[in-house]
């Protein structure tokens, strides 16, 4: 059985750091793309930052030079280092995968608020 897990939101102020990580079991870590997606209240759920089982990241406009993803394959784990947050990353963010016959796997979120 597949399962997807986020783990390390919270409240931080503008300016401020946060990590957060996704944890995949049931497939085989190393072979798959992993993503970051958020979805704040009313707007749709946007992509923030991919990696490739090659190690290859991308990243939206909005977190360039500031975010970074990087994954532990020992650990099956993806992470998210946000760093100069600002008030517009409040989100609650997703991570995603999917398998190799392209079926899509989702966490339950883990929300990130920016807030003085």
């Known amino acids: 059985q597949v399962q997807v897990a986020e783990s390390g939101g919270g409240l931080v102020q503008p300016g401020g750091s946060l990590r957060v990580s996704c944890t995949i079991s049931?497939?085989?870590?190393?072979?798959?793309?992993v993503d970051w997606y958020r979805q704040a209240p009313g707007k749709e759920r946007a992509l923030v930052a991919r990696?490739?089982?090659?190690?290859?990241?991308n990243y939206a406009d909005s977190v360039k030079g500031r975010f970074t993803i990087s994954r532990d394959n020992a650990k099956n784990t993806v992470f998210l280092q946000m760093n100069s947050l600002k008030p517009d990353d409040t989100a609650l963010y997703y991570c995603?995968?999917?398998?190799?016959?392209?079926?899509?796997?989702w966490g339950q979120g883990t929300q990130v608020t920016v807030s003085p």
């Open positions: 995603h995968t999917k398998s190799r016959v392209n079926r899509d796997f």
């Open positions: 049931g497939l085989i870590f190393s072979w798959l793309d």
């Open positions: 990696i490739t089982s090659g190690d290859v990241t």
